[in-house]
Each structure stands twice: as C-alpha cells, then as structure tokens.
C-alpha cells in the first residue's frame, strides 16, 4: 500500500532575523489523521516554524507545500480559508459577542434575504458544541464563560471549519483536568476524520497520551523527527536540552567552582504553599546564607513564576514569604525589596537595564533613595558606588557616562548585577543570568554567582542549562507544571536525577533529602510524585 503524502509540510525552511537564525533548513511533515507534537525550549524555533507554515513569516530558503501543493500565504487568513486552523495560547476572539458569533465569525449562516439566520447559527453552534461535548449556552456572551470554556469555544471553532490541518500551541494552558480531557475527545475526533495536528506543549504526560509522532527543535535546528512511542520520556527530555547522558562528566564547561559553600542552618528566605492559578501550586522552598539554590524545569514548569512570586511582581491566590524569619508582604515588590529581596528578570532589555540612561544611572536607579540627604542626592556617594562595583565586577565600559544600551550582553548582566548588590540584599534572585551572553561572559558571571555566595548571600538560581544548575547549586529543586516534584542535595544533584525528575516526576536516587531541604513536593502544595 502506497504511503500517504503529508498534508502540511516544509522543506528546508529557513528563516533570518537580525543577528538570529530562528529557522535552519528545518524540514517537517503533518500526515492526514496524525497527531504531530512540536516540541523545543524556548528559542528552540517553534513559534517560528508555525508562522511559517500559517503565513505569517515568508520562508528565506526552502518551500511550504499544503495537500501535495507549494504555497506561499500572504497571512494568516489566507492560510486558514486553505484548509489550516490555528488555536492559539492565548484565546483570540471577541469577547463581546455570543458563543455562536465567534463559532460563525466570518462566515456567519444567511437568510433569503441576506441577513444574518441568528436562530440557525445558535441552532448549529449548539450542535457543534455537542459532538465535541462542550458544555456552553451558544447565546452566551464569550466573556461570561471561564477562560477554559473561551479556549473550548475557541477549538470548537477551529475543528468546525472545513479544515485539513489544525495548528494547537499550547491550547491546555488554561484548562482544568476535565476540560482537556474534552479537548482530547476532539483531537481524536479530527482524527479519525483524517486531519492532521500539530500539537504543540511543554507537558510531557499530554504528549503520550494524545500524540503519534513528535519533531524536536533546537536553536532553530531540526534534532529529531519521528514516532513518539519509541522515544522514552528521559530520551525527549535529553534530545530538548541537548543532553547526552552518558557523555555527562562531574567537573563540565561551567566556572563554578568545585569546592563545596558553607551554609548556614536557619534560612533567610523561606517560601510557603506559592500558589498562582493556574501556573503555580503549592511551591515551597527555602534558602540559607552563603547557598545557590538551583531551580530546574522545562518551559512553562514554573520557574520565572515562581521567581517573580517571591519577589512579589504579581498577585498570589496562597502562599507566603520570610526573610530572616519575617513575614513580607506578597504581591509588593516594595516590600521584597525592603526585606532585602533582590531579582535579576530574565530579560534584561524589556524589564532589567534602562537602555537610554548611562551605566552610572543603572547602577545606581534602586539606590537613589539611600544615597540621598534631604532630598539632594550626593555625586561623591553615587562615584563611590558606582567606582567600587564597576572594579569588583569588571564591567568593561568606556566610562560610568557610556549609554549602557551600548555594553556588551555581559556587561549589560553586570550592571544589572551592580544595581541590585549595592542595595546590601540578602536574597539574590538571577533567572537565566547567563542567557544570551558570550561564554567568556558567561564564565565571568558564573564565577560572581560563586563568590556572592561565599561571601554569605542567599542565591536563587535558574537556568534551562541543566549543566549550570548541576554546578553552580549546593541543592536543586526540580519543578513541573507549576509544582515541585523534587529537591536534590548535595551528591544527589546530577544531570540523570534532574532528568528523570523532569521527565517522570521522580529520582534514581530517591528524594527523602528534599523534604530536609526544605522544599516539599506533597500534596499539601500540589506536588507530584
């Protein structure tokens, strides 16, 4: 029997940004009737490849072939009335309008004398819902429904249009347990109807469970293309990180060093039960002086969540946080700060460095108001600052008046670094401090997250570098979807256990030091064995 050809597919895609190779001669193929997960990091060139495939990108090289057929969609709207629906993350509908508007938005049913049939429309919205067991009044307005039905009606809509492949990006990302299981009842639907979808998600239990084949990106490369079923979990997460097991060795490519820190035994920051529906539940962590605590996890695991909780940038639905046993206000980023909180974002250009102002203002942007006497800020206090951090961090400038937005990645990280220490904080918070920056840079930065805390700081460390989390941490917790499944301490923290928390949920080794550690991963805040 003849093979079927893909429905959907790109050869040799590759696409160009500044200074960014999103997509390099990534070939991929959707089969009629096949569930297709797209997996990667972040970065790794799925969101691209999807807009690729959708029109919204045109490809630099290679070609995108739909039904057998190269195409070249001018956008979206051309792509979909071809034969290819897209659900997106975040829903995107009108929320003003009935559930049976948006299911007929833009080809709403007519009466003879071409108005709009309303008493039809919501008659065959109803029966749409149904057959994919969607629970929602279509005369409903949209935003009275929870997020989670929004997103149903949203699929509903999608697998309702005469389509012959639908493109889902994380479409469980705000759904409840019985909801995805409704969503899944649809996904089989449009399978045995012999459409094809791509099924993008960083939960590995949903991959198994739904999906037949699954591509891996990273960095933009294609690293594996084939049948999900003979992939372990542990092998896809590996193949995701870019991780060889058995090639892992105890001293790897990082500056930290190799000789244990000295912690002290009561902590200075401890998190309770953090909970943020529906990205955090239960988190709980704490850290001692003079210790890097690593936190370990695949996209959407929860990790800058859980930063940014501690930090207070975002409201908590449950938790706490001390420092030195103190109680601090969630949700007030004033308040971490003032007990002595520090967080180093992610993203340095959008929420870290003040890129028109001078490497002299960034450093000292959070310090102003202790440098001032009433109301007048002193020069030679601010120079005092400012030369003492730039020599103890070397941070490579023309001078304290250079833009900081001309420094290198790795500078721009150092100044960042300086604001923050110059406020004496007793927690330090870097998430993804590496990111993005030369490995020369890199080893720089590794060697300062060392020394800080041997000189008695308390360190919250994230990396989606397992190598880094590995060596740079004294103990680790490993966190999925919002939940921590693990703690490591000590000889217990190697890339294999880490690996196997992230993938199943649990150790090799076993995990009865990380409720010693002081991160749980009961129950009691939604832990997952």
């Known amino acids: 029997m003849e093979r079927a050809n893909p429905v959907l597919e790109v050869r040799r895609g590759t696409k160009r940004f500044p200074g960014v190779l999103a997509l390099d001669a990534v070939t991929f193929g ?29 490809p630099d090289e290679g070609e995108v072939l739909f039904r057998g057929e190269e195409v070249s969609f001018s956008s979206p709207g051309e792509s979909q009335a071809a034969g290819i629906s897209t ?22 049913p007519r009466n003879g004398l071409g108005l709009i049939d309303i008493p039809r429309m919501n008659r065959d919205a109803g029966e749409i819902l149904g057959r994919y067991g969607i629970e929602a009044d279509p005369k409903a307005s949209l935003n009275s429904l929870s997020l ?10 999608a697998a309702s249009i005469d389509a012959r492949a639908v493109i889902m990006d994380e479409p469980t990302s705000s759904l409840e347990a019985k909801e995805v299981q409704t969503l899944f009842g649809v996904i089989r639907q449009l399978r045995e109807g012999g459409i094809g979808v791509i099924y993008v998600s960083h939960r590995m239990d949903e991959l198994y469970e739904i999906c037949d084949a699954v591509t891996v990106l990273r960095d933009g490369k294609l690293v594996h293309s084939g049948s999900l079923s ?30 244990d820190r000295t912690a002290a035994e009561e902590p200075v920051l401890e998190a309770r039960n953090l909970t943020q529906r529906p990205l955090l539940r239960g988190v709980s962590l704490d850290v001692r002086p003079g210790e890097i605590l690593g936190l370990a996890g695949l996209l959407g695991a929860g990790r800058t969540e859980t930063a940014k909780a501690i930090f207070g940038a975002g409201q908590l639905d449950a938790g706490s946080v001390k420092v030195n046993g103190k109680a601090v206000k969630t949700g007030s ?4 700060i003032r007990a002595g909180i520090a967080f180093l974002p992610e993203d340095r250009k959008s929420e870290g460095i003040i890129p028109d102002l001078s490497v002299r203002e960034n450093i000292v942007a959070a310090a102003l108001p202790r440098l001032s006497r009433a109301g007048l800020v002193s020069e030679k206090a601010q120079d005092e600052v400012v030369e003492r951090f730039m020599g103890s961090l070397g941070i490579k400038a023309s001078g304290p008046d250079q833009p900081v937005r001309e420094l290198s990645g790795g500078n721009q990280q150092k100044v960042m670094l300086a604001r923050w220490l110059c406020m004496n904080p007793k927690v330090l918070i870097l998430d993804e401090p590496t990111r993005g920056i030369d490995v020369g840079a890199k080893a720089e930065i590794q060697k300062l997250v060392d020394d800080l805390a041997r000189d008695g700081l308390g360190v ?23 939940a921590v499944v693990g703690v490591l301490s000590g000889d217990e923290v190697s890339e294999r256990n880490l690996l196997s928390m992230l993938a199943e949920g649990g150790t090799e080794g076993g995990t009865e030091g990380g409720t010693e550690g002081g991160a749980t991963d009961g129950p009691e805040n939604g832990g997952q064995g």
């Open 30 to 58: 959707l089969m009629p009737g096949e569930v297709h997960a797209l997996v990667g990091e972040n970065g790794a060139g799925k969101s691209t490849l999807i807009k690729v495939l959708t029109g919204v990108y045109q």
């Open 87 to 108: 659900i997106y993350q975040e829903v995107n509908l009108i929320p003003l309008l009935s559930v049976a508007q948006n299911v007929f938005l833009g080809r709403e």
């Open 148 to 157: 989670g039905l929004q997103q149903m009606v949203a699929i509903a809509r």
């Open 230 to 259: 003979k992939l372990s979990k542990l092998e896809l997460v590996s193949m995701m990180l870019g991780r060889e097991l058995d090639e892992v060795q105890k001293k790897g490519a990082t500056n930290f060093g190799e000789e």
């Open 333 to 336: 980023p004033a308040s971490a």
């Open 460 to 482: 919250v460390f994230i990396s989606s570098e397992l190598e880094e989390v590995v060596e740079g941490s004294d103990r680790a917790v490993a966190l999925k979807e919002g």
